[in-house]
């Protein structure tokens, strides 16, 4: 492994005023971040808000505009081979090699960090049994499903043994079970040891994979704390949805005022943000209103991201 310059308890990714142009547009606007060693690192923001274009500069595939970055001690401007040989990348899109087997699709790619070809077979052995696909070494690519597909991916990235995963969107247009075995092998990978950064927009998955992430909204980062901070930060510990029949809803002008700290009106429900959801319920009753439906809920991580980057479609 290539040495770093890192001094100890240093960040292994450490960036201030980080910024990326292309031709006049500011796709990243003077960020701040680092990551921790061994920590899973998300950036959550919805499309066009600057997440990819920013794990592009760490991966040494896109220069940086202005400010500063380094990647385990190493300036990726100078350095970006060094950097790249000690990463790993899961695209966003699979890129495999869909005429080869799952198992040619390791070895070749181990061929191209200058492994001897026993040891990149012995590696991709040990990877298609972590990926669980040991099954379908010998097959080929094109009729694996998605879920395999991206497992694959996954593996292929750690053929190296990178000390830092980039995992851009890593489970989009993935089912709930695929989705969630590839969280078990992530998981896994982190108690290895392996930083683990990562764009979602999937608050589910931003929940269960990240110790910190930072939230991005318009090139910028907006907020920043591990999950259950975010939460405590800008939501309360209960959310209220109240659905009312046709045409009452619009009729409520401020006969909800003061009930909870928040009030949200969607076209079909309303939220009310509370600490205590049942007294919420409570207090909308005393007040002579009949909801249809009334659903009381823990605050999560998409609560936050609405509030932070709004409810409108970014196209």
């Known amino acids: 492994m290539p040495e770093t310059s890192e001094p100890a308890g240093s960040s292994l990714i450490h960036a201030r ?19 921790a060693q061994g920590e899973s690192f998300g950036f959550l923001g919805p499309n066009g808000a600057g997440k990819t274009s920013t794990m592009r500069m760490i991966a040494c595939v896109s220069p940086v505009t202005e400010g500063s970055l380094s990647v385990m001690g190493l300036d990726p401007a100078h350095d970006g081979s060094l950097i790249r040989a000690q990463l790993g990348v899961v695209p966003q899109r699979d890129t495999l090699d869909e005429e080869l087997t799952t198992r040619e699709n390791l070895i ?18 040990e990877l298609l049994d972590f990926a669980q696909l040991s099954e379908r ?3 080929q690519v094109e009729p694996l499903s998605g879920g395999m597909k991206r497992r694959l991916t996954i593996a292929r990235s750690l053929i190296n043994e990178p000390r830092v ?16 075995l590839v969280w078990d092998r992530l998981y896994r990978l982190k108690q290895r040891g392996v930083t683990l950064v990562l764009t979602t927009h999937y608050m589910d998955e931003a929940e269960q994979l990240c110790d910190r992430l930072v939230v991005m909204d318009k090139a910028r980062i907006v907020a920043e704390g591990s999950p259950r901070n975010l939460i405590e930060q800008y939501s309360t510990r209960e959310v209220t949805e ?14 909800l005022d003061g009930i909870g700290e928040r009030i949200e009106r969607l076209p079909d429900r309303v939220l009310v943000y509370a600490q ?13 209103l009949q909801p249809e439906t009334v659903l009381v809920r823990r605050s999560s991580l ?9 409810r409108s479609l970014v196209e």
Do not use: C, S, W
């Not at 005023?17 to 990551?35: E, H, I, M, P, S």
């Open 165 to 180: 995963l980039l995992l851009d969107e890593p489970t989009t247009g993935l089912d709930p079970q695929a989705r969630h």
């Open 137 to 139: 070494a010998n097959d």
């Open 242 to 255: 109240l659905r009312f029949p046709a045409g009452v809803q619009e009729t409520l002008d401020g006969q």
């Open 302 to 310: 998409e609560d936050v991201f609405l509030r932070l980057t709004g």
């Open 108 to 125: 070749i790619y181990g061929r191209y960090f200058g492994l001897p070809r026993a040891e990149a077979a012995r590696r991709a052995d």
């Open 17 to 35: 005023g980080l910024t990326k142009r292309y031709a006049g547009f500011t796709a990243v606007d003077a960020v701040d971040f680092d990551v």
């Open 276 to 288: 205590d959801g049942d007294a919420a319920v409570a207090a909308v009753h005393a007040r002579g």
